[in-house]
C-alpha cells in the first residue's frame, strides 16, 4: 500500500495557472512500476477522469476538456507526479485527487487503487 499526498490547490483567476504535486510514500509498492493519474470531483457531481501518465512518463492520457490546457509529468527519482494547469476555467473548479493505478499504462476500464486526500482548487471569473 501506498501514501499518496497532494499539494499546490488554491484560489485563481480564470486564465491562469497553477501546478499540482502529488508524492507518494510508503513501503511495498515501487513507484516507477505503476501509471499515476489525476481525477477531480466537483460539487454534485461525480468523480471524472482528468490526466493520466505511464510508468516510465513515455505516455499521457488527457480527458477531451483539458487537452491542451493541462500536462501531466512525473519524477520517479522524487516519487512526484505533477499536474501544470494553464488557461484555467471556471468549470475546472473542483477538488483535485492524486492515485495509482496497479498497472504500468493507463486503462479507463482498470480502476486505480491508490488516492490522497485531495486538494481544492477555485476557479473564479
Known amino acids: 500500500q501506498v501514501q499518496l499526498a497532494e499539494s499546490g490547490g488554491g484560489l485563481v483567476q480564470a486564465g491562469g495557472s497553477l501546478r499540482l504535486s502529488c508524492v507518494a510514500s510508503?513501503?511495498?509498492?515501487?513507484?516507477?512500476?505503476?501509471?499515476m493519474g489525476w481525477f477531480r470531483q466537483a460539487p454534485g457531481k461525480e468523480r471524472e477522469f482528468v490526466a493520466a501518465i505511464s510508468w516510465t512518463g513515455g505516455s499521457t492520457n488527457y480527458a477531451d476538456s483539458v487537452k491542451g490546457r493541462f500536462t501531466i509529468s512525473r519524477d520517479n527519482a522524487k516519487n512526484t507526479v505533477d499536474l501544470q494547469m494553464n488557461s484555467l476555467k471556471p468549470e475546472d473548479t473542483a477538488v483535485y485527487y492524486c492515485?495509482?493505478?496497479?498497472?504500468?499504462?493507463?486503462?479507463?476500464?482498470?480502476?486505480?487503487?491508490?488516492w490522497g486526500q485531495g486538494t481544492q482548487v477555485t476557479v473564479s471569473s
Open positions: 510508503g513501503s511495498g509498492r515501487t513507484f516507477s512500476d505503476y501509471a
Open positions: 492515485a495509482q493505478s496497479d498497472m504500468r499504462r493507463y486503462s479507463a476500464s482498470r480502476p486505480f487503487l491508490y
